[in-house]
């Protein structure tokens, strides 16, 4: 089946730490996005990479930090340098820059 | 600014009560509107896109309308499995970002 995933579906940091959150898609689809959800708001772009080996910065791409390696793969850091960084993060993909997108099932990232 | 503004914030029906869901938007010129609906803690999944006044699409009891500034999701007789967020966006001709709205929650009581 095609799609996307992410893991982990829930993650811990401490606070001073790094962690990546991990997004893999087999759709063939050469854009791929990280999000922000907070209750009450609208998806927050965070980086968007139209075609490997380059990616952009969103909105909110303060203490964040992405790599696009492979066509299948785009992870994204979220570095001690982020101030609030509990949230709902999504991962979606789409064929082209001009298409509907296509979202993982999300990872939940709580500071402690 | 692109801009896009969903209302209701929340909506309660009964099974069967038909209603719509508003989404206003603000964009230079619209390369696109999308509507989402997103269960409690899960990812959106993509329902309809959008691209010009007087389309319509349909799905199941869903049907979406556009027009120049809003487009309406429109819920015939509804069950207590349409129970979620419904989240608009659009995109601009003028850039490749997807600008999203806070969502409508609904609630459906059998």
């Known amino acids: 089946d095609g799609g996307i995933t992410q893991s982990p579906k829930y993650l811990f940091r401490k606070e001073g730490q790094n962690v990546t959150l991990s997004c893999e898609q087999n759709?063939?689809?050469?854009?791929m996005y990280w999000y922000r959800q907070d209750p009450g708001q609208g998806l927050r772009l965070i980086y968007y990479?139209?075609?490997?080996?380059?990616?952009q910065k969103g909105d909110i791409a303060e203490g964040y930090s992405v790599s696009r390696e492979k066509k299948e793969s785009f992870p994204l850091t979220v570095t001690s340098a982020q101030k609030n960084p509990t949230a709902f993060y999504l991962c979606?993909?789409?064929?082209?820059?001009?298409?509907?997108?296509?979202f993982g099932p999300g990872t939940r990232l709580t500071v402690l | 600014e692109d801009q896009v503004t969903q209302s209701p914030e929340a909506l309660r029906l009964q099974e069967g009560e038909s209603s719509s869901l508003n989404c206003s938007y603000t964009?230079?010129?619209?390369?696109?509107l999308f509507w989402y609906r997103q269960d409690p803690g899960k990812g959106p999944e993509f329902l309809f896109t959008?691209?010009?006044a007087g389309e319509e699409k349909e799905k199941e009891r869903l049907k979406a309308t556009l027009t120049k500034k809003e487009s309406f999701l429109h819920i015939t007789a509804p069950k207590p499995e349409d129970s979620a967020t419904y989240l608009c966006?659009?995109?601009?001709?003028?850039?490749?970002?997807?600008?999203f709205g806070a969502g409508t929650r609904l609630f459906v009581k059998a």
């Open positions: 966006a659009v995109q601009d001709t003028g850039g490749f970002k997807t600008i």
């Open positions: 979606a993909s789409s064929i082209g820059s001009v298409n509907e997108q296509f």
């Open positions: 964009v230079s010129g619209l390369r696109g």
């Open positions: 959008l691209y010009s």
């Open positions: 990479s139209q075609i490997v080996n380059d990616f």
């Open positions: 759709l063939n689809h050469d854009a």
